[in-house]
């Protein structure tokens, strides 16, 4: 069983940054896909980030290329997830999860993803 805790949410204005991390109980992180999705409220989850298991391939939502950088440590059992120029649209819960690795794509499917986080709320205000 993996575990999965994601924490740096909160509220913010519009224009402002927000550091998302995850950390993870498992040792074997480097054999998982990592990715951060989200849940605004009456809206599916959408992938936001996704992220290789050696960090060497990452996939973005249109929505936030070029305002959100998704990295990983392997060392530390972690996964971030950088937000830059937030919106009043990026307003949701903000989860990590975790797919083992098969070594191809970063998959936007969530239900290809075994395990989760707790979620954390990310606020933009206007």
């Known amino acids: 069983q993996v575990q999965l805790v994601e924490s740096g949410g909160g509220l913010v204005q519009a224009g402002d940054s927000l550091r998302l991390s995850c950390a993870s109980s498992?040792?074997?992180?480097?054999?998982?896909?990592m990715g951060w999705f989200r849940q605004a409220p009456g809206k599916e989850r959408e992938l936001v980030a996704g992220i290789n298991w050696n960090g060497g391939n990452t996939n973005y939502a249109d929505s936030v290329k070029g305002r959100f950088t998704i990295s990983r440590d392997n060392d530390h059992n972690m996964v971030n997830l950088q937000m830059n120029s937030l919106k009043p649209e990026d307003t949701a819960v903000y989860y990590c999860?975790?797919?083992?690795?098969?070594?191809?794509?970063?998959?936007?499917?969530?239900?290809?993803?075994?395990?989760w986080g707790q979620g954390t709320q990310v606020t933009v205000s206007s």
């Open positions: 498992t040792r074997t992180f480097g054999s998982y896909d």
């Open positions: 999860a975790a797919k083992v690795s098969l070594g191809g794509g970063i998959s936007y499917n969530d239900r290809e993803y075994d395990y």
